[in-house]
Each structure stands twice: as structure tokens, then as C-alpha cells.
């Protein structure tokens, strides 16, 4: 019903800068938090930045001053603003949306994107 797709992953150097797209698409009518998270190896699944549909943001204290979390209404699309990057944000990072559909007007549901691989490496 609903696709989620990132864009914008790769290799960084230390101190380098990316920026992470994802568009979601299909029966969509209304999305509310968007945000991302990120998982790296041997590790579990971690938030790292959400946005309400009214632009009220949410950090982890890790990627604060460093990340930056915004999105595009008329797009259904949130981005990830990628500053500093260190070693230790090497991760698989994934989008997630929670998503009114137009087949369920009453129930709000969880949609993730495939992910897409960063690596912070000299």
C-alpha cells in the first residue's frame, strides 16, 4: 500500500557530508512522524531523528549540532542532513513513516524503507 524509498547513501570521509532522501509513495492520505533510524552491525535498531507533519523535531543526543532532520509535505519526502560524520555513524539507515491510508481512514500504520548503507571510513 505504501512504499518507502531511500536514496543517498555511501563512503565518507571523517568530517564529510551526505544527505539521505526518502520519498514515500501508494495510498497514502495523510503521513505524520517521518524519521529515520539507523542500524549498525552487531548492534540494535537506534533513532536517530524524527519531524512531525508540523515540523517538531526530535534528536538523539548523538547526532545533535551534526544531523539535521527536514521534510517536504507536498513531496512525502523527509531528509537527513549529514555533517561531521564519524566512524561511529557508519550504520544502515532507514526511513520510517507513519502513514493514514486511503483504505483505512481510521488506523494509522508503520511503514519502513529498504535502507541504505552509510560508511564513515579514511
Not at 526530535?58 to 544531523?67: E, F, I, N, P, T
Request: aromatic share 10%.
Amino acid at each position: 500500500q505504501v512504499q518507502l524509498v531511500e536514496s543517498g547513501g555511501g563512503l565518507v570521509h571523517p568530517g564529510g557530508s551526505l544527505t539521505l532522501s526518502c520519498a514515500a509513495s501508494g495510498s497514502i492520505f495523510r503521513i505524520n512522524t517521518m524519521g529515520w533510524y539507523r542500524q549498525a552491525p552487531g548492534k540494535e535498531r537506534e533513532l536517530v531523528a524524527t519531524i512531525t507533519s508540523g515540523g517538531t523535531t526530535k534528536y538523539a543526543d548523538s547526532v545533535k549540532g551534526r544531523l539535521t532532520i527536514s521534510r517536504d509535505n507536498a513531496k512525502n519526502t523527509v531528509y537527513l542532513q549529514m555533517n561531521s560524520l564519524k566512524p561511529d555513524d557508519t550504520a544502515v539507515y532507514y526511513c520510517y513513516s507513519s502513514v493514514v491510508t486511503t483504505t483505512n481512514y481510521g488506523t494509522v500504520n508503520g511503514y519502513w524503507g529498504q535502507g541504505t548503507q552509510v560508511t564513515v571510513s579514511s
